[in-house]
């Protein structure tokens, strides 16, 4: 059986954490869109010098660029088993990107599940978080100086590295991501719903409390397409 998961929600409403957490618990690889279009950025690709122009605004990627991408990474071998999406698919033009890169991937797999799941958050809380959110930039932990700082300032408590703040974490550019969000993404929630494999959590609380409620989701069964 392939697992396939999505996972739709604003801007810092804690998709990042919980769902590295669910790929080291089903042991399937973590997908997040934004870090490989930082690593395209940070290797001073083509795409990443496009990309750039797009994610310094808060803007989306041309789909295009990033369904190259997500179809070159969702081809590779340790996706046989399924997968953790993260960031993808924030558009229309995405989703139905995303369905015809999973007919042509699965067109020999007999058996997969696909389901999305939406992190529903009380939004007044989001831009104070992503202004003191970190990350290791060498393991890619994620702290928050708020209610996830680290033990020690500036460093990564599980390897040592040096703890960064991405550039587009500041106050202007997580204003334009969120009407980004609303005006692209938000549209997914009805559609997937109306597909019949939406799937919706409290984010709300606690890291530890919202990774319960995800856990009963993702043990619960997925709804199958
Ligand atoms: P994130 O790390 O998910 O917050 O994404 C950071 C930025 O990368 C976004 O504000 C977009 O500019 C860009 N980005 C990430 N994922 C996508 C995507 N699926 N489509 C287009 N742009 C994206």
């Avoid at 991937?105 to 007044?124: G, H, L, P, Q, R």
């Avoid at 993404?185 to 409290?202: F, H, Q, R, S, W």
């Amino acid at each position: 059986m392939k697992s396939e998961f999505i996972f739709l929600g604003p801007p810092a409403c804690g998709k990042g954490t919980q769902t590295t957490r669910l790929a080291e618990y089903l042991r399937l690889p973590h997908i997040d869109t934004g870090s490989l279009l930082r690593a395209e950025i940070k290797n001073q690709t083509p795409a990443g010098m496009e990309a750039k122009l797009y994610i310094d605004k808060g803007h989306l990627v041309p789909v295009e660029l990033v369904s190259k991408i997500i179809k070159n990474r969702l081809s590779q071998a340790d996706c046989k088993n399924g997968y953790i999406l993260d960031g993808f698919p924030r558009s229309m033009g995405q989703a139905e990107q995303l369905t015809k890169i999973n007919n042509e991937i699965n067109k020999d797999v007999e058996d997969y599940k696909f389901s999305a799941i939406y992190f529903d958050i009380d939004t007044d809380i989001l831009v104070e978080r992503i202004v003191n959110r970190r990350s290791c930039s060498k393991c890619g932990e994620i702290y928050n100086l708020a209610f996830k700082a680290p033990k020690q300032d500036g460093i990564c408590d599980k390897c040592g590295g040096e703890l960064t703040q991405r550039k587009d974490d500041t106050k202007e550019i997580a204003v334009s991501r969120f009407e980004t969000y609303n005006n692209e993404t938000a549209p997914l929630v009805e559609y997937y719903k109306n597909m019949g494999v939406l799937e919706t959590i409290d984010a709300n609380g606690t890291i530890d409390e919202v990774w319960k409620r995800l856990l009963d989701i993702v043990e619960k069964g997925i709804t199958k397409v």
